[in-house]
């Protein structure tokens, strides 16, 4: 399901106060980051994620964790990248 511009905003807004859920440091993406990963959005749909790498890993990175985990990319700020992935049982109406 691809996000309209207007689900992206609305998301955005709810992600704003939210705090980071899951911390990705030096040793990239492991399998133990993913089963976390996959927990947190079935719980909250809606995630922040902290990658500690420069510009072009936390990209590629940011790009891999979606595939992976079948999230779309709902922001990239620096650092921080926000995920969105429906649960079994809707939670955001967007």
Not at 42 to 65: F, N, P, W, Y
Request: with cysteine.
């Amino acid at each position: 399901m691809k996000l309209t511009n207007q689900q992206i905003r609305h998301l955005r807004k709810l992600a704003h106060h939210l705090k980071p859920v899951v911390m990705i440091g030096d040793k990239g993406i492991s399998d133990n980051v993913l089963a976390e990963l996959d927990c947190a959005l079935e719980a909250h749909e809606l995630i922040k994620v902290s990658i500690s790498a420069d510009k072009t890993q936390r990209r590629a990175m940011t790009e891999k964790i979606s595939q992976i985990s079948g999230a779309q990319i709902v922001q990239l700020i620096g650092h921080m990248s926000v995920f969105y992935r429906a649960s079994e049982k809707p939670q955001i109406m967007i």
